[in-house]
């Protein structure tokens, strides 16, 4: 099988737009979390969708937002880009909600 | 709340010696334990897990950890260590019935010649 694939795989913006980060997970996965990476405060979960509905969601700003879509596919949008959004995104699939996480390759994203 | 604690931020080794990267968690709630593995510039990838059962779990790459519920730790072990092991680990936990995982800060393995 397929491992998740995240697009793009670079991205770099500056202060004030907004991005899109896409996620496709294993096939037959229906639960699609996302997590960011930095090196000050580690790996901190953002949200997670469930059948196109978001069941969790992370202490991030109102600026966060997501999706997923009814092939399981899911995006996530951050707006009015901060420098402090600059971050390893990463996107993770399971089966169910309580299943073993499987994680793509991440977004490297850079705020200027 | 649940929390992960990896006592060890960074951990220099020779290769061929053997290795102990150390985890604790706090939890009210019975947990899953993971331990994740993420080379440079790269995602994470399932090293082992603990969901039930035995507590001595064998993953990928010769790594296995143990469970202890009394002492609330999930170390994880490699008998002889190779180059290519140099990475960072993270230990995570899954609450029963939550969807997130919660993750400690990591712990880099350098493993030197």
């Known amino acids: 099988k397929a491992g998740v694939t995240q697009t793009p795989r670079y991205l770099i913006k500056t202060r004030g737009q907004q991005v899109t980060l896409s996620c496709s997970p294993i096939?037959?996965?229906?639960?699609v979390s996302w997590y960011q990476q930095t090196p000050g405060q580690g790996l901190q979960f953002l949200f997670e969708y469930f059948s196109e509905t978001q069941r969790n969601k992370g202490n991030f700003p109102g600026r966060f937002s997501g999706r997923q879509f009814s092939n399981s596919r899911s995006e996530m949008n951050v707006s009015t880009l901060e420098l402090g959004d600059s971050a390893l995104y990463l996107c993770?699939?399971?089966?169910?909600?309580?299943?073993?996480?499987?994680f793509g390759p991440g977004t490297r994203l850079t705020v200027l | 709340a649940q929390s992960v604690t990896q006592l060890d931020s960074q951990v220099p080794v020779f290769e061929e010696a053997p290795v102990e990267l150390r985890c604790n968690y706090s939890s009210s709630v019975s947990v899953y334990l993971f331990w994740y593995v993420q080379y440079p510039n790269q995602g994470l990838q399932l090293l082992l897990k603990?969901?039930?059962?035995?507590?001595l779990v064998k993953g990928i790459n010769g790594f296995e950890a143990e469970f202890n519920k009394s002492q609330t730790s999930f170390h994880l072990r490699k008998p002889s260590v190779h180059i290519s092991d140099t990475a960072e680990y993270f230990c995570a936990l899954h609450q029963g019935g939550s969807e997130k995982l919660v993750f400690g800060k990591g712990t880099k393995l350098t493993v030197n010649p």
């Open positions: 993770a699939s399971s089966f169910d909600r309580a299943d073993t996480q499987y």
């Open positions: 096939s037959g996965h229906r639960s």
């Open positions: 603990y969901l039930s059962g035995s507590t």
